[in-house]
């Protein structure tokens, strides 16, 4: 009654129903970033991504989640997370956060990108590299297998090795998928004494680093959503959902399964399709 939480860990088949929600996933981040552009509002993006997943029969893990009003989280410049679409209108060098999910046949799939209005500033653009860097470093660290707290360990220590100082997000953090889109465990982005579960197949989890270019302290706004800096620095936001399985880890959300940025990284992504 008082232990910790069970994990869900998943069958081979249970995991490749979830790629198929991750491809959508996938269809939805290439369908947004393909409009988003000075001009564009905020809601617009998300109407793109609700067509995607109506064409593909998947629904939004989103809409409606603890009365959540979108399909996607649209986050802009101080706006860490959860930002709400609406008539905010984009402008040349915004920095834009989407999260996007899908659910198909009752399985969760979660990713997140950040991208830059045009060609903004030099200083955002190294901070949306960074998240990305630090994002495939914690997913290979997961391969590594041993506990879950290795990907917190590799996302600082390649956040620290940048050579620019970054504030890391303690307040929300990464977290199990499958059946559900939040489920144990907790995915830490930072490193920590409690080094989390033991890495073993059917285990499959959301990893996602978010950073500002100042300080770690947030607030949430009057929405009761949207997650600011509280020093007003913007911020990143990158995502990907992966699986552990008996032959090794597979990206679900990202359509070569991880294979570019993991063989970088001495990783072999293992398909099971």
């Known amino acids: 009654m008082f232990g910790r939480p069970s994990i869900e860990l ?3 088949g249970e995991i490749r129903v979830m790629r198929k929600a991750g491809l959508v996933v996938a269809d939805v981040h290439d369908a947004v970033r393909a409009v988003m552009a000075d001009g564009v509002r905020t ?3 998300d109407a793109v991504a609700a067509d995607v997943l109506a064409s593909a029969g998947a629904r939004s893990n989103f809409l409606g989640y603890h009365g ?3 399909v996607l989280c649209v986050s802009v410049n101080d706006e860490v997370v959860h930002g709400i679409p609406g008539d905010r209108v984009l402008r040349e060098g915004d920095v834009v956060s989407v999260d996007a999910g899908a659910i198909v046949d009752g399985w969760h799939g979660d990713a997140a990108f950040t991208a830059i209005v045009g060609a903004g500033d030099q ?3 190294a ?3 960074a998240a990305e860097a630090a994002l495939w470093d914690g997913i290979a660290a997961l391969a590594g297998g041993g506990r879950l707290g290795v990907v917190g360990d590799a996302i600082e220590t390649a956040l620290e090795s940048n ?3 970054y504030g890391i997000i303690r307040d929300y953090v990464g977290h199990g998928i499958g059946t559900a889109m939040h489920q144990p465990p907790d995915v830490l982005n930072y490193r920590s004494t409690h080094r989390g579960p033991k890495i073993k197949a059917g285990l499959c989890v959301a990893i996602e680093p978010m950073i500002t270019r100042g300080s770690e302290e947030t607030a949430v706004l009057e929405d009761e959503w949207t997650v600011v800096t509280t020093d007003g620095s913007r911020a990143a936001h990158t995502e990907h959902t992966v699986a552990v399985h008996e032959d090794g880890i597979w990206v679900l959300t990202a359509r070569d399964g991880g294979a570019e940025a993991l063989t970088t990284r001495g990783v072999t992504p293992a398909a099971l399709d």
């Open 10 to 12: 998943k069958s081979p």
């Open 43 to 45: 809601r617009d993006l």
């Open 68 to 70: 959540f009003p979108g």
């Open 123 to 125: 200083r955002d653009r």
């Open 127 to 129: 901070m949306v590299d």
């Open 163 to 165: 050579g620019t100082r």
